[in-house]
Nanobody, 124 residues
Framework: QVQLVESGGGLVQPGGSLRLSCAAS????????MGWFRQAPGKEREFVAT????????SYARFVMGRFTISRDNAKNTVQLQMNALKLEDTAVYYC?????????????????WGQGTQVTVSS
């Protein structure tokens, strides 16, 4: 079955950086877009970033544009999220998700599987 395992979360001060990673198995990795979503306490899960199956196309939520970078390594079945200039409001559980299409996907309903999440806490 499909398994997604996120890592790299933690506690960081405002302005700091973290790099999240997600390892996928049980899926033809390069055939599907990948995405990162996040959910803060009391809020709905929201889209953060996506990358197409080929890795050539990406899309970002406006609130992370210019600060976060998504990338993937199809040879290793991994996807990363480099997060720079972190803000207090970036605090959330971050989820790695596999889409059911190859093109970069920004809608939750375009995703079929997700991992258990990794906590990112931005605090001074």
């Amino acid at each position: 079955q499909v398994q997604l395992v996120e890592s790299g979360g933690g506690l960081v001060q405002p302005g700091g950086s973290l790099r999240l990673s997600c390892a996928a198995s049980g899926v033809t990795f390069g055939s599907y877009a990948m995405g990162w979503f996040r959910q803060a306490p009391g809020k709905e899960r929201e889209f953060v970033a996506t990358i197409s199956g080929s890795g050539f196309s990406t899309s970002y939520a406006r609130f992370v544009m210019g600060r976060f970078t998504i990338s993937r390594d199809n040879a290793k079945n991994t996807v990363q999220l480099q997060m720079n200039a972190l803000k207090l409001e970036d605090t959330a559980v971050y989820y790695c998700e596999v889409a059911n299409i190859a093109n970069a996907a920004i809608e939750e309903q375009e995703y079929a599987y997700w991992g258990q999440g990794t906590q990112v806490t931005v605090s001074s």
